[in-house]
């Protein structure tokens, strides 16, 4: 069963928090509203595919003061800055942080709508790609030192020869820990094992 993404609404403006929701709830999105960056945080699920719509002017913690805490976090979420008083540091520091855009109230609904699915489809394929990298970085730890340092210079793009004589180890040597580290990673080819490395942070 297919999950339903949610999307995350921080704006300290019942209306705006209301009508934003009576917008996406027909589209078959699942909306969660907060009153401020404080409630967001302590009640938002970490685990489902989301993205956060959040206002930049709130009591308390900004949006802006918001996205920069959960990007600190590690979070991968995707946000969209909306405000009623934009103006070009803000928009620069928003996207600076990360944020996919900045929109300025009165909202385009249209353009609002394509911007959320937008954030919604990053979404969906960032946590795709966390869900690679976790196994992908337990078989790299696996692997000794040397199958290590052997898989690193082969997904470099280095022959076995140049290898051998990188690490003062014989050809042979080489051969055995190519195989063995390839075989551990599950790769199949030098571009493969690259790709793996490279989504893992190894390289």
């Not at 589209?27 to 989301?50: C, I, M, P, Q, W």
């Not at 206002?55 to 991968?76: F, I, N, Q, W, Y």
Request: charged share 25%; with cysteine; aromatic share 2%.
């Amino acid at each position: 069963m297919t999950e339903t993404p949610v999307v995350h609404i921080v704006d300290d403006d019942d209306a705006m928090r209301h009508s934003l929701e009576w917008l996406l709830k027909p589209l078959g999105l699942e909306v969660k509203t907060y009153a401020s960056a404080a409630s967001f945080l302590s009640n938002h699920d970490r685990d489902r595919v989301a993205c956060l719509v959040t206002d930049v002017r709130m009591p308390g913690m900004s949006g802006l003061e918001l996205h920069e805490a959960l990007a600190k976090a590690g979070s991968t979420m995707p946000v969209i800055v909306i405000t009623g008083h934009g103006d070009v540091p803000m928009a620069v520091r928003a996207m600076r942080a990360g944020a996919i855009d900045f929109i300025e109230k009165p909202l385009n609904n249209q353009l609002l709508i394509e911007r959320i699915h937008e954030a919604l489809r990053l979404a969906r394929a960032r946590r795709d790609e966390a869900g690679q990298i976790a196994p992908i970085r337990a078989r790299f730890s696996a692997l000794t030192a040397r199958e290590r340092e052997v898989a690193c210079l082969v997904a470099a793009g280095r022959q076995n020869k140049m290898i051998a004589h990188e690490l003062g180890i014989s050809l042979k040597t080489v051969e055995i820990h190519r195989h063995n580290a390839m075989d551990k990673m599950g790769a199949t080819t030098g571009a493969d094992l690259a790709r793996m490395l490279t989504l893992a942070g190894a390289i």
